[in-house]
């Protein structure tokens, strides 16, 4: 079975490079040197273990992470992910995932981003538990005035152990986007979730993926999503984390692009 997993994983990895790859024509290389995000896609919060409840009520996860370039092209990106989580008796797991972010190049702000994803996962020591989850996104960079996002699913844990975890989760989703410069865009979306995770040589090496494909139902409108997480634990409670995120939205602000990747170095702390 974990041999199965594992070979599932290499796919995932596969997959997630493959899409990546689609972005590198020149036109998409202009947009990385511009530092564009797009985080609105990421409900990625850390969930116990079905085997192994948490032995902490409340849980913290602070990242922070970025790129800095300077010389001919002098850009800056910071970015903080964080997750606050906690516990209410043996039913309900709380999770609030607040994302900032703030880029610029050559002296001028390019990106100001505010994220916040609220979770609810109810049985979440069973093998099937139930899922609500709310975001609110800002964007000045893709133009994006408010987004706010609404879903209730349903998640299978498929397996949970000491190493390795693997589960899927579908949800029906209502979006509202406010764009600064366009018509506005209300769609119903069917939201399907793969989550792998998996770590080596005794927790020295952890390995995360996180895909999300988000189908319109009303309307001709796609949005999918890649985040590959590898997190190398000096402690405890400190980890160094090397990010890959890839986005894709088929329907964005006039005057952007539909794909979006970034490569981000940080640290991560967490009780």
Do not use: C
């Amino acid at each position: 079975m974990q041999t199965k997993l594992l070979l599932l994983f290499i796919l995932l990895a596969y997959f997630d490079g493959a899409l990546q790859a689609q972005t590198f024509t020149k036109s998409q290389v202009d947009s990385l040197l511009k530092v564009r995000l797009d985080s609105a896609l990421h409900h990625v919060t850390e969930q116990p273990h079905v085997s192994r409840p948490p032995k902490k009520d409340f849980h913290y996860l602070i990242g922070i992470d970025g790129t800095v370039n300077l010389g001919n092209l002098n850009r800056y990106l910071i970015s903080s992910r964080n997750n606050f989580s906690m516990l209410s008796g043996k039913h309900l797991w709380f999770s609030l995932t607040p994302y900032f972010a703030f880029g610029s190049m050559n002296g001028q702000t390019v990106e100001q981003e505010i994220t916040t994803d609220l979770n609810l996962t109810a049985f979440y020591q069973k093998s099937i538990y139930a899922l609500f989850f709310m975001t609110v996104e800002k964007s000045n960079l893709r133009a994006i005035e408010w987004r706010t996002l609404a879903g209730l699913g349903v998640g299978f844990h498929w397996l949970s152990n000491s190493r390795i975890s693997f589960s899927i989760s579908n949800a029906l989703t209502y979006e509202q986007t406010d764009f600064l410069r366009q018509e506005d865009i209300n769609v119903y979306r069917n939201s399907s979730r793969l989550r792998l995770d998996y770590n080596l040589f005794g927790k020295k090496l952890l390995f995360s993926h996180t895909s999300f494909f988000q189908p319109a139902l009303n309307t001709r409108n796609l949005r999918w999503s890649n985040l590959l997480n590898i997190d190398f634990p000096m402690r405890k409670n400190f980890s160094f984390r090397l990010s890959t995120f890839t986005t894709y939205e088929s329907i964005t602000a006039v005057g952007k692009q539909s794909y979006d990747t970034r490569v981000t170095f940080g640290v991560v702390f967490k009780n």
